[in-house]
């Protein structure tokens, strides 16, 4: 904060480019991370190998933790079914919902009810589904009482809006039999926004934020360092997950949070344990179509992301945990005031435009026309990489358009977000209520 102080000063005392020293400070940290990602992923590929193919599979259970999600809980379901290896038992962890989801198990699945706490019988219909009825108490406490009802091999969390490609159980079994030390896993996902203009602009920017954010995700895992998995389509090996105490009812964001606890216990109790984003593993996941959604959810993100960072923050430097406590989250440290560098970068350049600096504007214009060659050529790179480790497509033409249009607008409903997350941190709370499913609802319709 004191740099960033420092560098925003230099707006009143230079008259040349270094007035927008902040701005400067900003695409050059962006820049030297792209430039990590893109060499941490040069030989990004496929992970799945004939040999895969005579593995012994591992016993498998998926939890959906639903509150109020009737109008896409059969759906998920089936989703999860109808899946190559499909899971053993799936658990609906019902955190009390008074919405037809009750009508959904009994009538759709033909379910018991079961008392609250209590886990139902198998039922004719779907003889793997249980459902777990719970009092309202948020996610994590939803899926850590239907840890408890679970002896399966591996544990996967299934958000109520998240629907797994065929084939993901399948390499999820896969790839825990392959390598006995990964501990917890990832799947990449594909946001879906519903119909309207205004839904499909956000998808197409979402999209290509998923691309490269999972691209860095992976980038990290090659040096070990990787912290962040997605909750909405996780895997986790059922022993460590409860050595570590499960998911953390205190944190806005449980699916980061606990990531950082596997790794601590690893380094404690001397453990080779391994997180990894696995490329085979797809789903789709709804995501914010509108302006305040949106914003929300960038909100609740950033505020557990400040808080997870805040928690383990002794480890921020700590050789004893290799490269994630002297490059990860040394970086994850720069990150929490990134909002500010990105907000105020803009705000100068407006001014300076505005007020017809020319001799301070220009040079920022020609920087940031470098900036953008350099993203456009980066995320034609990220598309083709991305096609080749999932067998996803997107369109480069699409792309193009996203990369240009970006700096001036998706970027700073991010920024804002992750500032109103700094803001609503002190008070912040964890919540979970209903959620609009335009995007799920659509894409199923």
Known sequence: MLLFAALLAQAFIRTGAGAWAVGLAYISYDTLLLFFVA????????????????????????????????SVLETTIEALRRQDAAPDLIIIADDGSTDRSAAVLKHVYRLTSPAIGGLSEPGPIAPELRWLRLPHGGKARALNAAI???????????????????????????????????????????????????AQLFQAFQAYEYVRNFLSRHAWMQMDSLLLISGAFAAFRRKPLLAVGGFDPACLVEDYEVIHRLHRHAVEHGHEWRVRVLGDVTAQTDAPGSLLPFLRQRRRWFAGFLQTQYWNRDMIGNSRFGWLGTAMLPVKAL?????????????????????????????????????????????????????????????????????????????????????????????????????????????VA
């Open 335 to 443: 990150d929490t005031v990134q909002p500010f560098y990105g907000i105020a970068a803009f705000v100068l350049l407006v001014a300076f435009v505005a007020t017809g600096n020319l001799m301070i504007a220009l040079p920022i214009l020609l920087a940031m026309a470098v900036k953008i060659v350099i993203d456009l050529g980066w995320l034609i790179v990220s598309i083709i990489r991305y096609r080749r480790w999932t067998g996803q497509r997107l369109s480069i033409a699409g792309a193009l358009l996203v990369a240009i249009a970006e700096p001036v607008s998706f970027q700073l409903l991010r920024h804002l977000g992750a500032t109103w997350g700094w803001l609503s941190l002190a008070t912040g709370r964890q919540s979970w209520s209903r959620a609009r499913r335009g995007g799920i609802l659509a894409r």
């Open 39 to 70: 060499f941490k992923t040069d030989h990004i590929g496929r992970a799945h190998s004939e040999q895969d193919d005579a593995l012994p599979l591992p016993s498998l259970a998926a939890i959906v933790a639903a509150h109020n999600e009737a």
């Open 148 to 198: 408890q009802h679970i002896d399966t091999d591996i544990i996967v969390t299934v958000d109520a809006d998240t629907l797994a490609d065929p084939g993901a159980i399948l390499a999820i079994r896969r790839a825990f039999a392959r390598e006995p030390e990964l501990v917890a896993a990832t799947g990449v996902l594909r946001p879906i926004c519903g119909s309207g203009v205004k």
